[in-house]
């Protein structure tokens, strides 16, 4: 006697391969992981900024060296501290490396400013001292920093802060939400369903 061979049924998802009924899925924390990344790489860039501008003060005493060197120290902090903050899922990250972006951004532009109207005040940031002719370079700041701002401000950088994680041990539902199939003993913790046995 021959059997028929039945291929094995497919095209139906494993138990527990969805969530149970209940829990909601985590957002993605794609745009927040690369804001984080972009912070630290601007972070880095403006401590060599920083290093730059001091070893440049121990040449010549100049003002415009001391101020690039306070805004890069403090450019530097904000985004290396915001960027590994909303690495490890701060919601203060965000905040500091929306304001080192976005203050990055406006002093980029406040030093064409002051080249565009031939100011006689020179100014330094980033390491770059416009008087030397290599205001382009301000560019590779520029373009990250408006990145890096963007990625930390949209919605769903938030809604990945903001979601919380499911709590350390917690019981998941008997047969992760499937009902008890007929045949089958209850799943164990399962309350048995129907009538109390009658008293004798």
Same mark, same amino acid.
């Given at each position: /006697?021959?059997?028929?061979?039945?291929?094995?049924?497919?095209?139906?998802?494993?138990?527990?391969?969805?969530?149970?009924?209940? /829990?909601?899925?985590?957002? $993605?924390?794609?745009? %927040?992981? /690369?804001?984080?990344?972009?912070?630290?790489?601007?972070?880095?860039?403006?401590?060599?900024?920083?290093?730059?501008?001091?070893?440049?003060? $121990?040449?010549?005493?100049? $003002?415009?060296?001391?101020?690039?060197?306070?805004?890069?120290?403090?450019?530097?902090?904000?985004?290396? $501290? !915001?960027?590994?903050?909303?690495?490890?899922?701060?919601?203060? =990250?965000?905040?500091?490396?929306?304001?080192? +972006?976005? =203050?990055?951004?406006?002093?980029?532009?406040?030093? *064409?400013? *002051?080249?565009?109207?031939?100011?006689?005040?020179?100014?330094?940031? !980033?390491?770059? /001292?416009?008087?030397?002719? *290599?205001?382009?370079?301000? *560019?590779?700041?520029?373009?990250?920093?408006?990145?890096?701002?963007?990625?930390?401000?949209?919605?769903?950088?938030?809604?990945?802060?903001?979601?919380?994680?499911? +709590?350390? !041990?917690?019981?998941?539902?008997?047969?992760? =939400?499937?009902?008890?199939?007929?045949?089958?003993?209850?799943?164990?913790?399962?309350?048995?369903?129907?009538?109390?046995? %009658?008293?004798?």
């Amino acid at each position: /006697m021959t059997y028929q061979q039945y291929p094995p049924q497919g095209g139906y998802p494993a138990p527990g391969a969805y969530p149970p009924p209940g /829990m909601a899925r985590q957002p $993605s924390g794609a745009t %927040a992981i /690369m804001a984080g990344i972009f912070a630290i790489l601007g972070g880095l860039w403006f401590l060599a900024g920083t290093v730059s501008h001091v070893i440049e003060l $121990s040449h010549y005493a100049i $003002s415009f060296l001391v101020v690039g060197a306070v805004l890069d120290l403090v450019s530097a902090a904000l985004l290396l $501290s !915001g960027g590994i903050l909303l690495l490890v899922r701060k919601r203060a =990250g965000r905040l500091l490396t929306i304001i080192g +972006a976005a =203050g990055s951004i406006g002093f980029v532009a406040l030093t *064409f400013l *002051f080249r565009a109207i031939g100011s006689s005040f020179y100014f330094s940031y !980033g390491g770059v /001292m416009l008087h030397f002719g *290599f205001g382009w370079l301000l *560019f590779v700041v520029l373009i990250p920093a408006i990145a890096t701002l963007v990625l930390a401000l949209i919605p769903p950088t938030g809604r990945w802060l903001a979601a919380k994680n499911p +709590a350390a !041990g917690a019981v998941q539902p008997p047969n992760f =939400g499937y009902p008890p199939q007929p045949g089958y003993p209850p799943a164990p913790g399962a309350q048995q369903q129907g009538q109390p046995p %009658a008293q004798w």
